[in-house]
T-cell receptor
Framework: NAGVTQTPKFQVLKTGQSMTLQCAQD?????MSWYRQDPGMGLRLIHY???????DQGEVPNGYNVSRSTTEDFPLRLLSAAPSQTSVYFC???????????FGPGTRLTVT | GDSVTQMEGPVTLSEEAFLTINCTYT??????LFWYVQYPGEGLQLLLKATKADDKGSNKGFEATYRKETTSFHLEKGSVQVSDSAVYFC?????????????FGRGTSLIVHP
């Protein structure tokens, strides 16, 4: 049982490039979320999903896309990277019956 | 809307000192309350939780009591160790109505010196 996995662990992009951050969970959780963590800002919600085929925007969705074609996977796409997207990105999931979240190890992204 | 306020850090202590990290919340309904811990270079992991008023969550020597009358969930530990150095996040999730999305505090960094 791997829990929540994220790839890659580190990534450097140039401004304007696009990429996909991968997230997968093997706990059959309905709910999945993407957060970014910046110094002094805590965690900010980017997008979330309450089940396969259903996604919605969080607090800071601009510049990011998501889709949820399976229960297990919830990729985050950066359409055209900007230096303001330099951050650490965390994926999280939770089951339907509990409110505690399980976090992945994070992806540290630098945009130059 | 829901909100969580926790004390700003960093909190710097010597080993074996007593720790308190304050957390207060504003929420509609009856939220569940959580403390998460983030060790350097890692994701957040659940430290403890409480789901109703007067519940006490505990784990690894840490404790927090759900105080509805003061809307607080302060984290305490009687004797901290260097290995407790981490960032601690207080959070809530609505247990009835509202959104499932949890609300996090901004985190409090704890530094424990030998």
């Amino acid at each position: 049982n791997a829990g929540v996995t994220q790839t890659p662990k580190f990534q450097v992009l140039k401004t304007g490039q696009s990429m996909t951050l991968q997230c997968a969970q093997d706990m059959n959780h309905e709910y999945m979320s993407w957060y970014r963590q910046d110094p002094g800002m805590g965690l900010r919600l980017i997008h979330y999903s309450v089940g396969a085929g259903i996604t919605d925007q969080g607090e800071v969705p601009n510049g990011y896309n998501v889709s949820r074609s399976t229960t297990e996977d919830f990729p985050l796409r950066l359409l055209s990277a900007a230096p303001s997207q330099t951050s650490v990105y965390f994926c999280a999931s939770r089951g339907q019956q509990t409110y505690e979240q399980y976090f992945g190890p994070g992806t540290r992204l630098t945009v130059t | 809307g829901d909100s969580v306020t926790q004390m700003e850090g960093p909190v710097t202590l010597s080993e074996e000192a007593f720790l308190t990290i304050n957390c207060t919340y504003t929420a509609t309904g009856y939220p569940s309350l959580f403390w998460y811990v983030q060790y350097p270079g890692e994701g957040l992991q659940l430290l403890l939780k409480a789901t109703k008023a007067d519940d006490k969550g505990s784990n690894k020597g840490f404790e927090a009591t759900y105080r509805k009358e003061t809307t607080s969930f302060h984290l305490e530990k009687g004797s901290v160790q260097v290995s407790d150095s981490a960032v601690y996040f207080c959070a809530l999730s609505a247990s009835s109505g509202g959104s499932y999305i949890p609300t996090f505090g901004r985190g409090t960094s704890l530094i424990v010196h030998p």
